[in-house]
């Protein structure tokens, strides 16, 4: 009789498990997908973007011209390429993110460039060194951190020199891919694990700073967050990823290393058929 309740149990067990996964991979393309109810996309006029995106110079006057006008937005169809590979290795000097910046969820485009895996190797490194002086992120600076689960996050500028908030479309993700194939996180990202989680992680900036979950940053001011889009918040500098300009960052606090800007792309942005 003991051993009857003993396979009825594993039995049970078993079969919860079972369910338990097959729910999981049954939602996989849509567990991270995110509902856009709370962000105002698309609120201003052809001339407003036009305006706002030819803006240049310091931070915190863009900020001021561009107050309350949010990204140009347009849901894409949806594609799929490869799964999401990342590894992070813990070195001495530096937290080691080898990816193939294919995203964690879903794919989308609305332009005519799709991902392609890419094999990138950001090195981060694990004390920052901070500067006297935050270095600008120029309109030559595309890529400046990397995403937890292995995506480039993007500088406020696109290839046009012009920023890409306002310039581009952005996905329903926050991201889009380039002409090679590079995916890229322009805001947000507004799908993935760490979604509307304000304390949470959600990427490394070049320099070795952590980059925080996406706040209103006239909300979210424990201490007032600066020119680089970061502020000293329970201890820490880090900075945070924000609905308005510049998106991720607007300098590095700390010395970005270099390679990680040097990253070589496959160049194949088609589209599967
Ligand atoms: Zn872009
Ligand atoms: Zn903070």
Same mark, same amino acid.
């Given at each position: 009789?003991?051993?009857?309740?003993?396979?009825?149990?594993?039995?049970?067990?078993?079969?919860?498990?079972?369910?338990?996964?097959?729910?999981?991979?049954?939602?996989?393309?849509?567990?991270?997908?995110?509902?856009?109810?709370?962000?105002?996309?698309?609120?201003?006029?052809?001339?407003?973007?036009?305006?706002?995106?030819?803006?240049?110079?310091?931070?915190?006057?863009?900020?001021?011209?561009?107050?309350?006008?949010?990204?140009?937005?347009?849901?894409?169809?949806?594609?799929?390429?490869?799964?999401?590979?990342?590894?992070?290795?813990?070195?001495?000097?530096?937290?080691?993110?080898?990816?193939?910046?294919?995203?964690?969820?879903?794919?989308?485009?609305?332009?005519?460039?799709?991902?392609?895996?890419?094999?990138?190797?950001?090195?981060?490194?694990?004390?920052?060194?901070?500067?006297?002086?935050?270095?600008?992120?120029?309109?030559?600076?595309?890529?400046?951190?990397?995403?937890?689960?292995?995506?480039?996050?993007?500088?406020?500028?696109?290839?046009?020199?012009?920023?890409?908030?306002?310039?581009?479309?952005?996905?329903?993700?926050?991201?889009?891919?380039?002409?090679?194939?590079?995916? =890229?996180? #322009?805001? !947000?990202?507004?799908?993935?694990? $760490?979604? %509307?989680?304000?304390?949470?992680? /959600? &990427?490394?900036?070049?320099?070795?700073?952590?980059?925080?979950?996406?706040?209103?940053?006239?909300?979210?001011?424990?201490?007032?967050?600066?020119?680089?889009?970061? =502020?000293? #918040?329970? !201890?820490?500098?880090?900075?945070? $990823?924000? %609905?308005?300009?510049?998106?991720? /960052? &607007?300098?590095?606090?700390?010395?970005?290393?270099?390679?990680?800007?040097?990253?070589?792309?496959?160049?194949?942005?088609?589209?599967?058929?």
């Amino acid at each position: 009789m003991r051993l009857l309740l003993f396979f009825y149990l594993l039995i049970f067990f078993y079969t919860n498990k079972l369910i338990a996964h097959e729910l999981f991979l049954e939602n996989k393309d849509i567990k991270h997908d995110y509902s856009h109810d709370n962000f105002n996309f698309n609120n201003g006029s052809v001339n407003d973007y036009k305006i706002a995106s030819n803006l240049s110079g310091d931070t915190i006057f863009i900020q001021e011209q561009t107050n309350g006008l949010f990204p140009r937005q347009e849901n894409g169809s949806k594609y799929f390429i490869a799964d999401n590979k990342v590894t992070i290795q813990n070195e001495d000097n530096f937290l080691v993110i080898k990816s193939n910046n294919i995203p964690d969820h879903s794919l989308f485009t609305n332009n005519p460039n799709c991902a392609a895996e890419q094999s990138f190797t950001f090195k981060i490194p694990k004390v920052p060194e901070f500067l006297e002086k935050p270095i600008k992120i120029s309109r030559e600076i595309q890529e400046v951190g990397v995403a937890l689960n292995g995506v480039v996050l993007s500088g406020p500028y696109d290839s046009e020199g012009k920023i890409a908030i306002y310039n581009r479309k952005i996905g329903q993700c926050g991201g889009h891919a380039d002409p090679r194939g590079m995916y =890229h996180y #322009h805001y !947000g990202p507004l799908c993935g694990e $760490s979604v %509307n989680m304000e304390s949470k992680q /959600i &990427g490394w900036a070049f320099d070795g700073i952590k980059i925080m979950n996406f706040v209103d940053r006239n909300v979210h001011n424990k201490t007032k967050i600066d020119e680089c889009n970061g =502020h000293n #918040h329970d !201890g820490e500098y880090h900075y945070h $990823s924000t %609905n308005s300009y510049p998106s991720f /960052i &607007g300098c590095f606090k700390a010395r970005p290393y270099e390679a990680n800007f040097r990253q070589k792309r496959a160049s194949n942005s088609a589209c599967p058929k």
